[in-house]
């Protein structure tokens, strides 16, 4: 009798464990801070006359209504008072506080392992957006946004891969007193996630309470300036060209207390900001431009990140369209912006207008996440989980939208071409005396992970193993891993002592 040979067990399944283990990071296929830059929606002369442009805004027209506190420190580096109360700027203070201004600032996690480093053609993604409204998707209902949902939002973006920060993505509205939401917020969030983490204060006299949180969350006052893991958000001008009179004085207070700043120039396009795109692009770089200089008339070299943030008009309504090509086309530019100047960049990308987590907000979503990547922007906001033009937060959306963002930064990566890639010996291997096919070479199985890119949730079963697997949807999966993230306990919670320590001082609601 002829003995059937013995059959291996789990030797495939070994070697699919294997293959999907997790990579380390410099292995991973994407990864946070890769280079971008291969898309130009301007050419070197246009970027040039909106250069120009700017410089020529600031020198004519100038900005209203800053605090006098401002006033004193930009007319004192040489900005002009003129009698109409508008401050005007020579273009030699410009270029001189541009050569002043920091090109490259490292925003720290409270884990040094999500350290970013801001420049160049560096790109990271994160959320923001403050929207005032959560996105329920069994029920198709949008209700107030609470802090209990703003933590959880850090919580789910903590454990995703290509979430690389995380500024406030809605509004805590179920805490009615403003200073007490500002510091839930920064509990909130600082609590659910190490990665970086932006936010904003809504009064200067905020600021302080704020400053005493994070010194105890940091261990002092000297590990908080070594390693300042909050950065501010600072809506500092109203468009067109004025300050905001209080946004300028919480800067201020932030500054002194050692917050990289983020200048947000917010107009909208055929509203608060020229229809014309390059219209709405100078602008923004003129008023950030004035915010450079005021930064660095307080601070010389100070970590600020040059936020041209141009928002798009349907101009049939006036309603948002975040998710517009003609947003996608905005962001871009402003990245060539950054570049021109050498200094840190951020604008928005990832807006859905759609209401829910369909196919208008994949679209949306896609296009300009992808543009923002390739165009080299350092910090993509509101990349994942913002609907309704910045009105609505959905948790499920965020997870989704890691797979979307991990796609975008497959294609930021680009092709490389080299030797090895080109692949000739492997061709020769299979096409002379071999199988005829690469399945089971040596060099796709040892590409299979750092050259390609798997979605965690997207399908890309048959038909028929879709039916068999029980014809999987993406919002039900995405539900279950919101769920499977939501029931571990926080990675970024405080100690025990600590947090009641916290919790003795400072009113926490969460």
């Known amino acids: ?132 409204h959560m996105v329920d998707v069994l029920s198709h209902d949008y209700r107030d946004s609470t802090v209990q949902d703003l933590h959880d939002a850090a919580r789910i973006a903590d454990v995703l891969d290509n979430i690389h920060f995380v500024q406030r993505p809605m509004v805590a509205r179920d805490i009615v007193d403003n200073c007490e939401m500002d510091l839930n917020t920064v509990y909130a969030t600082v609590t659910g996630t190490t990665k970086h983490v932006g936010t904003s204060f809504f009064e200067p006299g905020f600021v302080a309470d704020g400053v005493k949180l994070l010194h105890m969350i940091a261990g002092g006052e000297a590990a908080w300036r070594a390693r300042p893991f909050v950065s501010i958000s600072s809506c500092f001008v109203v468009p067109p060209m004025r300050f905001a009179t209080d946004a300028c004085l919480v800067m201020e207070r932030c500054i002194e207390a050692g917050f990289p700043v983020l200048l947000l120039s917010a107009g909208q396009a055929g509203a608060t900001a020229p229809a014309s795109l390059a219209g709405a692009v100078m602008q923004a770089v003129a008023e950030c431009l004035a915010g450079v200089v005021y930064v660095n008339a307080i ?111 497959r294609c930021l990566r680009g092709i490389e071409v080299s030797e090895d890639t080109l692949a000739l010996d492997a061709m020769r291997s299979v096409c002379i005396g071999g199988p005829q096919h690469y399945l089971g070479h040596e060099q796709t199985l040892s590409l299979m992970q750092t050259e390609y890119l798997y979605p965690a949730l997207a399908s890309r079963a048959s038909p028929k193993e879709w039916e068999e697997q029980g014809r999987p949807e993406l919002i039900p999966a995405a539900i279950r891993r919101k769920q499977e993230i939501l029931a571990q306990p926080s990675r970024a919670m405080l100690d025990p002592v600590l947090d009641a320590q916290i919790r003795a001082r400072f009113n926490i609601h969460l």
């Open 299 to 409: 601070s010389p070299g100070y970590p600020a990140i040059f936020g041209t943030w141009p928002f798009v008009s349907d101009l049939r309504t006036g309603a948002m369209s975040g998710g517009s090509g003609e947003q996608a086309l905005l962001t871009a530019a402003c990245a060539q912006m950054h570049h021109f100047y050498g200094l840190p960049g951020a604008a928005p990308a990832g807006i859905a207008d759609a209401k829910l987590p369909d196919m208008q907000a994949g679209w949306e979503q896609g296009i300009s996440n992808v543009m923002a990547g390739l165009s080299g922007l350092n910090m993509v906001y509101e990349a994942a989980g913002m609907h309704a033009s910045l009105l609505g937060f959905c948790h499920e959306s965020l997870i989704l939208g890691d797979d979307l963002i991990g796609q975008a930064l």
């Open 1 to 132: 009798m002829t003995s059937k040979p013995t059959r291996r067990t789990g030797g495939r399944a070994a070697r699919v464990a294997s293959r999907t283990a997790p990579l380390e990071q410099n292995m991973r296929p994407v990864r946070p801070g890769m280079e971008g830059g291969h898309y130009t929606p301007l050419s070197p002369s246009e970027v040039e006359r909106i250069h120009l442009a700017a410089l020529d805004a600031l020198e004519q027209i100038g900005l209203a209504d800053a605090p006098q506190s401002g006033i004193d420190v930009m007319v004192g580096a040489g900005a002009i008072l003129g009698d109409d109360g508008r401050l005007r700027f020579p273009r030699a203070l410009v270029e001189d506080m541009l050569a002043k201004a920091a090109k490259t600032i490292t925003l720290c996690g409270r884990d040094p392992k999500h350290d970013m480093q801001i420049g160049g053609n560096n790109v990271y993604y994160g959320t923001a957006g403050a929207a005032v």
